[in-house]
């Protein structure tokens, strides 16, 4: 670092040891059988400074609470008198990075907190901050007013503030990258702080060299020696971001970059700029990648469990990404796997309304790259599945083909025909139950005299599904798997029916938006939220109630469980249906609605590599009717709440959660779609407290416990 001291002075000499003494916590070492564990760690006098800043910079730590009872982590953390004589010097350093170059660590002890632990304390003098006096701005002279205004503009570092290296670092860094992105591909950014620590002042001298404006040259290919993928094709997808002629930018290079990753098959992708040619002004570009295998076989497994379903299943995907060659992509997954609904021991215990049996799904998916234009791949799919529901069972298929234009990395637009037909049995347990046709969809229909079946039986019909959708999606996550910054903004539009014919004509809109923030040093502090809105308008169906058309269950909204409003067990949260009107204690099965309102705020921490909590609130609802501007609002005592806590064990394939949610008792009950239906007495937290019959989301418990696999959102 560039910093100079009036008095005393910082030798450049030490620079490699302050940044090896600046080096982030490491893994402890095994100890020596006699080694001592730190139960606790207290850094007092930190007033300016946050506490946990400076513990996250110094290599000893102090061993968690839940160390013992947690086995997925790398133990206690233990004592090791030279790491602690070298983290007090590490304190004093960090605070002068932070701009208190006065700040000392005055005393500090090591005192026994049992037979074999020890609690370790320093106290800290932190003395005044050193505000930034003079920031000078030079080299700048040259350049087009608009260039000067653009790389000037929102500096870290003003007059008055307290002066930090990391700034110091950052306004160099953010200075050279605004000149590289204006063409200047060889700027360099150079300057010195001077601090007196006298009159705790920092004076800024910061001087651009920002050198020749640069256009793209061509582009050069570095790639295996027999490559699959032919190096045009490489360039083909560069070029969507990288157009020679234009200035040359390093945000360009970024985006060339990420396009090429997603073509799929390459394990390693760097785009870089070539030595810059002064005489013509141009920067050539040089795009190194590095072939991942053309076909894999991935397997895995999953578990799901609620209150009202547990699920188990296995999981198979082989893909070939240069099938029939020009890297077309081939996949196959399926999911095989056994459903008990509400859970095993109410199919063993014989509930009346438990049932259970094999699920599956298996879809073939082709792809085919660079249809027509670079930019927009064919996609197709059929998939047939077999499933258990609450309310029904179904068998069926789907087709589905369309265009994907993605014209950025992080933008997509896809438009797609879909053909869906289901065979559903309103079966809602073991015996012949059933749910009316008409409610999931179906024509009422007479059973045929010699069946031996009587109305009210279980008895399937047939549905028919044909719908053109739109969806686009911008996404802006720095990851899929746990965001911890970015946002996230989609829309999906479907029409279905009219001269598509299928049985049901309707619109159908879901937006859905999320934004993610993370706080602190390590960035282990996220703040999360989400919002879904969507609307089922039917037009015109085979099955009428009065003058209204009816929608189909298989594309109605549900809510509730793990990934969605977590107050609710699995669909737990839409109109219900009762599964004997004579028994209410038999419960009652979700149908779905035509409107759903959710939203979702959540704070998660990180507290190890491995482990992280977090507490939320959720809200929404699932109406009967389309949202609708005009006449009563949906949301009229009909949002429910809920605030809950969770846990977090983090794998390459997403965290394992589990997360537990109290339902606030604010709103009416569940609609239940029958006149005579009486609720009976519930609303207990897991069995807990008194019971009552009318309440926020009866006749469901007021508490859940879900088990999943994947952030909620």
Known sequence: MDVALLRPKLSRRSAPLVLLVLAGACATPKPRPDALKVDDLEIKGTEQVDEGDIKA???????????????????PSWFDPNAWQADLRRIERYYQAEGYYQAQVTSSAVKPAGPEAVALEATVSEGEPTRIATVD??????????????????????????????????????????????????AEVVGEVRVDVE?????????????????????????????????????????????????????????????????????????????????????PVIVDVQEAPLRSVRLGGGLGVDATRQEGRLLAEWTNRNIFGGLRRLTVQGRLGYAFLPSFYGVSQGEPNAKHGLIFDATTEFEQPRFLFRDVRLQASLSGEKGLEQAYDFIGGRLRTGLIWQPHPDLSVFPAYNLEVYQLTGQVGADDRGIPPITLGCPEEEPPPDSGDTPGDATPCTIQLSYLEFTIAWDRRDETLEPRNGYYAALSVQGGGGPLFGDFTYIRLLPDLRYYQSFGVEQRLTVAGKLRVGTLIPYKSKVMVGDRAQSSIVNRFFSGGGSSMRGFNNQRLSPQVPVNELAPEEGTVPVGGNSLFETSLEVRYRMTESLAVATFWDTGFVGVDPLSLRGPSPFNNRLYHAVGLGLRYLTVVGPIRVDIARRLNIGAPLFVDSPSYTYPPSGTCFGLGSEKTSYAGAPDGLCTFQLSVGEAF
Do not use: C
């Not at 910061?206 to 570095?222: D, E, H, N, S, T």
């Not at 032919?230 to 985006?255: D, M, V």
């Open 199 to 283: 009159t705790h002042e920092a004076t800024v001298d910061l001087r651009m060299k920002p050198g020749q404006r640069y256009k793209f040259g061509p582009i050069f290919v570095a790639t295996d020696a027999n490559p699959h993928v032919a190096p045009r094709r490489i360039i083909e997808q560069a070029q969507g971001a990288i157009h020679k002629g234009a200035w040359y930018s390093e945000s360009a290079l970024a985006e060339a970059q990420a396009r090429v990753f997603a073509m799929g098959v390459f394990g390693a992708v760097k785009v870089n700029r070539g030595a810059p040619d002064q005489s013509t002004a141009t920067v």
């Open 137 to 186: 701005i030079s080299g700048l002279e040259e350049l087009p007013e608009d260039h000067q205004r653009r790389v000037r503009a929102s500096l870290p570092l003003t007059r008055g503030e307290t002066f930090r290296e990391e700034n110091w670092e950052g306004v160099k860094e953010l200075l050279q990258g605004r000149l590289r992105e204006l063409g200047y591909a060889e």
């Open 57 to 75: 910079k110094i290599l000893t730590t102090e061993t968690p609470w839940w160390e013992p009872i947690w086995p997925f982590d790398e133990g």
